[in-house]
Every structure is written in C-alpha cells, then in structure tokens.
C-alpha cells in the first residue's frame, strides 16, 4: 500500500514519511513541466524571481509592455509590471475569440434540479459585453465598487466579467453570508450596486436571496446603494423597489453583444474580496488586473498541468477567493472548459459529484478537505455507479487534510492512478504558493514545496529558521505578482497584519512545519482565525454575533477539531443577569449566532461560565481557554488577571 507507480525505486532513500505516492510513468511523460525540468526552473526561480515572473507574464496578452517588472520602493506596497497596461478579461475572454477557442466550451453549469447550460467563449463574451453595456448605462464605471452577492450561476461569472470588463470593481459576498455581513461589507466598499438573484436551490429548498439584500440595505448606513440587479432564478417572491432594483434580463436586454474593455493599469484594482481577521472588522483583501492574472495563470496551467481538452471542476462557490482564481479566472485564462454547480453536493444523494463528473467527463477535480470527509462516510456504494475514468488530476484546498482522507480520495476517486494536488493558498496570495505539481512525490497531508518563483520558510518567533520537524511560523520572504496589495480602507491594518512582526516578509498567519526532505505540513493557524470547512472566520465575529444576543454579557470562542469540518467553534459564555443556562437557550444562541453570521459559523457547543480567563488589561485569553479544553499546560500566564476569580 505504501509505493504506488510503475517506476519505483531512486527515491526511496531519501524519503523518511511512510506513505509516499509516486507519479505513474504515463503521467510524468505527459506533464506539460518533466520533472527534471522543474528543479531546473526552481533553481532558476530562486536565483532571479524576476526574470521567472516576466517569462510567466509573456504568456499574456498587454496593450502596452511594463517598464519594471517589481516596484519594491515602498515596501510593503509592492507593484507589479508597473508601466503596463491590460485587462484581465481581454486575456480570459476577448483574446479567445480570435482562435480556436472561439466555438469551445467555456462553462458548464448545472443548477440543482439538474437543468444545464453551457455557454462557448463566443457566448460568454456577447453576454459579458451586453452586461458591460448595462452596467455603463446605470453610470458604473472605472472604479466604482459592485458587491456581487450570488450563488454560482452563469450570471455569476458574467458579472465579474463585465465589472472588469468596464474597470469597475468587484466585491462578492459569498450568498450563504447574513444581511448583516453584507451590509458590513457593501458599506466598507462604499458599492454603489449590488447584483443578486432572486433566489436559488440549494438541498431541494428555494433560497430567497433578494429578500436578504434588501433587509441588509435598509439599515446600511451609508445609503451609497444607487442600483440593485436582479437575476431571475429561482422564482421566489421578490419585492422589486422600481427606483432601485432591475431586472438583469431588463438591463441586458436591448444592449449591444458588444463592448469596449476598458484599458487599465497592471496596478489598477480587480476586486476586494473580504476575509476574516484576528478582529472583529473583515478585512478587504485588494487585488489588481495586471499580477493577479500572471501568477493564476501560470499557477493553474502548471499545478493542474491543463491540456486543450480539459474539462476542469473546481467545486469551491464563486464567492470565495478559490472561486475567483480557480472557478472563474484561472480557467478562462487558460481557455479551458470550467464547471459549475449551483447545489448542495449531496443533493439529492450523496452520488452528485460522481454524476457530475460521470456525465460531463470532467478530468480534473479540485475539492476541499471538508466534502472529501463528507462523502468518505457513505463509503465507496455511490462511486461504483459512476464512470470516474476520465479522471486525470485531483486537487484539495482551504484546510488541512488528514491523510485518510488523502488516501481515500487518491485511491477511490483517484483510482491510485491521479495525482493529488494539495495546494496552499490564501484570499491575499490571490494564487498556488505551495503545491506539488503532477511530476512530484507526494506525501499525504504534506502540502509540499513552495512553487518556482516562490520562496516559503518556516521560522521561530524571533525570525530564525526552524529546524526539520518543528512547528514554527509560515512566512513567504519575496513578493510575488498575484499579492495582496493592501487592505481597503486600511494601509496601516495592511503593514501591521502581514509586515510587521518580520518587515519585509509576509507573515502567513499559519503554523506549518518542515520535514527532512523539506515538504511543508501546514498545522493550522496562528492567529484568532478558525477554519471552519475550509471557510475562514474570526472568533472575534463569533464573539461579538454571541453578545449582540440579549441573554449574553460576555462572549469567547475557541476551534476544537470535528471529524467532518476539520474544526468548528466553541463558546464560552458569560450570561446577563436573569438568564438560565439550558438547553433551549444553547439552541437559540447557536440559532443566532448562525443568522447573524451565516451557516459558515458552526458552533459546536456553549460552555456557561461565571468568569472568563482575562490578562490584566481585560482581554480574554482564549489561550488558555484552549489549554483547559484541550488539558495542556497553559504556558505563560503571567499575564493573566487572576484564574480562580
Ligand atoms: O490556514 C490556511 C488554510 O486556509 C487559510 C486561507 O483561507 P482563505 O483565505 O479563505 O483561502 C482559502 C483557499 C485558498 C490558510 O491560511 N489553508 C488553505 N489551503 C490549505 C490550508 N490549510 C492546509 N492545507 C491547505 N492546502
């Protein structure tokens, strides 16, 4: 059980895990990168990141070539390709249409009742031009902020692809977020439109979306909302404000198939994509046209090695970052075929992805840790009656993963035949930083090695490098095109977050360790952050959804591991006056915990206390909070106020 291959052997020495998979012969003599070829370029990388990266932005289109592939002036805000001018979608879409991709697939999408639509790049590009049309005509143009708050559906894609297409700016809000997170975030990004729907399906129920957007806007404090758009979908009431809210097939509809693209600075701003800090305030991650679409390009062509035949199923919602890079722009880059699923993944039964990639004969097949556990407790009854054959590829993102799940996935999805990509990412880096590529040995739960052009250490608190087999702190020591460029709003929160405990280096935010062969083996994160399904949240949100509750005075949450979800939230709860601790009050508090936040915030359970672990200065120490939960030692708490209070 330990090799699998048809070439054994060379390697074994230097090898100390276990269970080490090795690529098939078939797959390393087709892989666009040949494995003597990527030490070579690796080498190459370290040596002059530079030229890596301006050989990587070649691949692309530009109206105008950079004078300097890195500004490093003004650290921490670097700028890439400065001089340049282009536009992400000229690259995914317009430049398609004047080859041989102009007739091919570039979506697939599948709604949850099972009906479909596929769109060729000629098809997607009138329908984005038609949209830009409209979204000019509502006065949105070069800068403005859309907040795209929608499940995945075609519209889905168009949208961002028309925001760009004009210069504005995206900010999706993933559609399973409360009013109250869409609020916060349609206010931090002053939008002045939001696009939705009017519901979707999810696990055989209509979700009415549109009645949440306008429960979020009529408290947003701002009012810099001028236009709501609408996409018709699932048929549910919804209650259309005529001096705010459009039809999209109103807008689109007498509008032209085609559209300039707007010309754009490779720095000019792509989206905000908001994400879960230490503090209570999400922070909007910034990304630009000109390096994002460098290094999701080069990620995706090299670490899913895409052939022109390719149909690629990234299972991840369009509005998480994974969505953006992997489901949307990565795969029109590379002129692909991407799918898209609207539904709940065991809808109706727990054989959907299997149907999925059975009847569209899907080749590669990019999942989360979470679903993968999800699907490996009915066994391996559902995959028998589905031809997985035309599997080639397999990948895993957004949380650690056990090697159970690893090896399960590998060998009963993967037939012990596709290599499995476990690839280490984040919504700053925008792109793949540490990934195996299909040429690589792999070790289950090892996310392997950093990329070419990219360079990762592992380092003690006072910035030295561990040694092998020590946890440390995750860094990344050069910039790299696809970065953050800085938080909405917030330049200082930006340098203090990422920059300052090592200036001049990235700090992660996760705990990772090195093995012998320097694979990294990422252990969670370091920071008030819990990753819950491979979805980010802040205890401090938790918290502060927890005493916006009348019965709660005083609020801190912990992550403990779940079987299923990797972790999931527990509370510690200090009760307001003439409150009871039952049952009932535990189920309403979780209940409210999940409006205010979305379903993303599971709390696993609520522990009533009378006091809470606090420094001197009153800060909760949810440190050792963990260690009692967890019966470890508590550490320093010599900071601690007083623990028998
Ligand atoms: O803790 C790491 C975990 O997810 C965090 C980033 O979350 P987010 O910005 O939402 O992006 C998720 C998808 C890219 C990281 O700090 N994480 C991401 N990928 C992995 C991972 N943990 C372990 N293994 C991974 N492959």
């Not at 879409?93 to 479909?116: C, F, Q, S």
């Not at 992660?508 to 399904?533: F, N, T």
Request: hydrophobic share 40%; net charge negative.
């Amino acid at each position: 059980m330990d090799h699998n291959g048809d070439n054994p052997g060379a390697l074994d020495a230097l090898l100390t895990e276990e269970r080490v998979f090795r690529p098939l012969s078939r797959v390393v003599s087709n892989a666009t990168v040949a494995a003597e070829d990527l030490a070579r370029i690796t080498e190459s990388a370290k040596a002059d990141p530079l030229a890596y990266w301006e050989e990587a932005a070649e691949e692309l289109c530009w109206f105008r070539k950079w004078e300097q592939v890195l500004d490093d002036s003004n650290p921490p805000f670097y700028k890439w390709f400065t001089g340049a001018k282009c536009n992400i979608v000229y690259n995914a879409l317009d430049r398609h249409i004047e080859t041989a991709n102009k007739n091919k697939l570039a979506v697939i999408w599948e709604g949850e009742p099972g009906d479909t639509r596929k769109l060729t790049y000629y098809e997607l590009f009138r329908e984005v031009n038609k949209l830009a049309n409209g979204l000019r005509s509502l006065g949105i143009g070069k800068g403005d902020r859309v907040v795209v708050y929608m499940p995945p559906l075609p519209e889905t894609i168009i949208t961002l692809l028309a925001v760009a297409k004009i210069g504005a700016v995206h900010s999706s809000v993933f559609a399973g977020f409360s009013a109250k997170a869409l609020r916060d975030r349609i206010s931090d990004a002053s939008a002045k439109l939001v696009v939705t729907v009017d519901g979707f399906y999810r696990n055989g129920r209509a979700v009415n979306l549109k009645s949440t957007v306008d429960e979020a806007l009529v408290a947003e404090p701002t009012g810099c909302v001028e236009s709501v758009i609408v996409v018709h979908r699932a048929n549910v009431e919804a209650e259309m404000n005529d001096s705010r809210d459009i039809w999209y097939a109103d807008l689109v509809r007498r509008e032209s198939p085609e559209a300039v693209t707007e010309v754009m600075d490779s720095e000019d701003m792509l989206f905000l994509l908001y994400t879960s800090g230490a503090t209570g305030k999400p922070k909007g991650v910034v990304h630009s046209h000109g390096g994002y679409m460098v290094g999701v390009h080069r990620t995706l062509n090299w670490v899913f090695d895409l052939k022109p035949t390719d149909i690629f199923w990234c299972t991840a919602d369009v509005g998480w970052i994974t969505g953006h890079s992997y489901v949307v722009y990565g795969p029109l880059l590379a002129g692909t075929t991407t799918v898209l699923y609207e539904g709940h993944p065991l809808y109706p039964q727990a054989d959907r992805l299997w149907s999925i990639v059975d009847r569209y004969g899907v080749n590669i097949l990019y999942s989360v840790p979470t679903l993968i556990r999800m699907l490996m407790r009915f066994g391996t009854q559902y995959l028998k009656h589905h031809d997985l054959s035309t599997l080639r590829l397999l990948g895993s993102v957004g949380e650690p993963i056990n090697p159970e799940a690893w090896v399960w996935f590998h060998k009963h999805v993967g037939r012990t035949e596709c290599p499995l990509m476990d690839t280490w990412w984040q919504t700053e880096t925008g792109m793949f930083m540490i990934s195996p590529m299909p040429v690589s040995l792999l070790k289950p739960g090892s996310v392997n090695k950093a990329l070419p052009g990219i360079e990762v250490d592992v380092w003690d608190e006072q910035g030295n490098p561990v040694p092998p087999g020590k946890g440390g702190l995750l860094v990344v020591t050069k910039p790299w095109p696809s970065m953050v460029r800085t938080l909405y709003n917030d330049p200082e929160r930006y340098k203090e977050t990422y920059w300052s405990k090592f200036p001049g280096v990235y700090l992660a935010g996760d705990v990772a360790r090195k093995d012998e062969d320097g694979y990294i083996w990422i252990q969670g994160r370091a920071d008030d952050v819990l990753v819950i399904a491979g979805h980010r949240i802040g205890t401090a949100e938790v918290e502060s959804a927890f005493v916006s509750h009348k019965a709660v005075a005083e609020a801190a949450v912990i992550g403990i591991p779940d079987k299923i979800r990797g972790e999931v939230a527990k509370a510690f709860v200090i009760l307001n006056d003439g409150f009871d601790p039952d049952a009932g009050l535990s189920r309403e508090l979780t209940e409210h915990v999940r409006r205010e936040l979305g379903p993303v915030a599971v709390v696993k359970s609520i522990e009533y206390r009378e006091t809470l672990p606090r420094t001197r200065s009153g800060k909760i120490m949810r440190r050792i909070l963990k260690a009692e939960e967890f019966g470890e030692e508590k550490g320093d708490t010599s900071t601690l106020e007083d623990l028998d209070r």
